[in-house]
């Protein structure tokens, strides 16, 4: 992510893919699973469910526990979020239209998360699992480390 990110635009782009990839696969974003992927995309930080549940209640109106998690299921089978397992959060996926494995560098500083694009990384842990004899099912990568950002505006820690 660059300095001069326009996460307006990035939030539209991304709602834009949604409605695009939901209407060619014949599957309804419906208006709470849009606001549910909308909230995620605010900023690009892992969000957890909970505070999902915070920014889409109002006071007259508190959404449920489950209706959250299963707009978060329906967002994950198609590939619009990735759930960061250690941080047990979801943040949105920039590359919806292709089917890949989650390998996420996460800033252990400011906490956003950015995907690694890189289809060698898949490979090659495939490589090393069929080595090894093992066959794996699923690539969950969760790299933590200094955004750019922090580490050009702070001093290392």
């Known amino acids: 992510m660059t ?5 307006a635009s990035c ?43 915070g920014r889409l209640s109002s006071a007259d109106h508190t959404v449920k526990p489950p209706t959250v998690y299963r707009a978060l299921d329906f967002l994950l089978e198609q590939g619009l ?12 996926c920039d590359r919806p239209h292709k089917v890949h494995e989650s390998h996420l560098l996460i800033c252990r500083r400011c906490g956003r998360v950015s995907e690694c694009g890189d289809d060698g990384v898949k490979r090659a842990l495939n490589r090393e699992a069929e080595r090894q004899g093992f066959l794996a099912e699923e ?18 820690v």
Do not use: M
Request: aromatic share 4%.
């Open 3 to 7: 300095a001069n990110h326009n996460q």
């Open 81 to 92: 979020i990735h759930r960061i397992e250690s941080l047990n959060g979801f943040v949105g």
């Open 139 to 156: 690539h969950i990568v969760e790299i933590r480390g200094l955004c750019s950002r922090c580490r050009s505006t702070h001093a290392p």
């Open 11 to 53: 939030i539209s782009e991304a709602l834009e893919r949604a409605d695009q990839l939901c209407a060619e696969r014949s599957v309804r974003l419906t208006p709470l699973r849009r606001r549910v992927l909308e909230q995620i995309w605010q900023s690009h930080e892992a969000i957890k469910a909970y505070d999902l549940i």
